[in-house]
């Protein structure tokens, strides 16, 4: 019974803020890297984020660099991506996953990753 849950998304103007959960059930959280994907519309789903099993290895690409930051608490088998200065471009829905392989030290490719969430939508306005 493998499940990730995705929430914390919504409507939001340009220059805001919004803090994503990935809560987890149904398998070692503690030993699994998570990563963070959006889809934004007509496009290719792309990686945002990823933090390892202990939280050691965090990646991210140059678009999300200083302004998205990830964390996990593994008491509570929950990730977190907190995204501030979103813009227009950041609109899309996002998705956490589970590695595939354990204690993967991270990457963004999705290939890499399983059990997808639902996702959760994000919209910024200008």
């Known amino acids: 019974q493998l499940r990730l849950v995705e929430s914390g998304g919504g409507l939001v103007q340009s220059g805001e803020s919004l803090r994503l959960s990935c809560a987890a059930s149904?398998?070692?959280?503690?030993?699994?890297?998570i990563g963070w994907f959006r889809q934004a519309p007509g496009k290719e789903r792309e990686g945002i984020s990823c933090i390892s099993a202990g939280g050691e290895h965090i990646r991210s690409p140059p678009s999300a660099k200083g302004r998205f930051r990830t964390s996990r608490d593994n008491t509570r088998n929950t990730a977190y991506l907190q995204m501030d200065g979103l813009e227009p471009e950041d609109t899309g829905v996002y998705f956490c996953?589970?590695?595939?392989?354990?204690?993967?030290?991270?990457?963004?490719?999705?290939?890499?990753?399983?059990?997808w969430g639902q996702g959760t939508q994000v919209t910024v306005s200008s």
């Open positions: 996953a589970r590695s595939r392989q354990t204690f993967f030290a991270c990457s963004l490719q999705e290939v890499d990753f399983t059990s």
């Open positions: 149904g398998f070692g959280f503690s030993g699994y890297a």
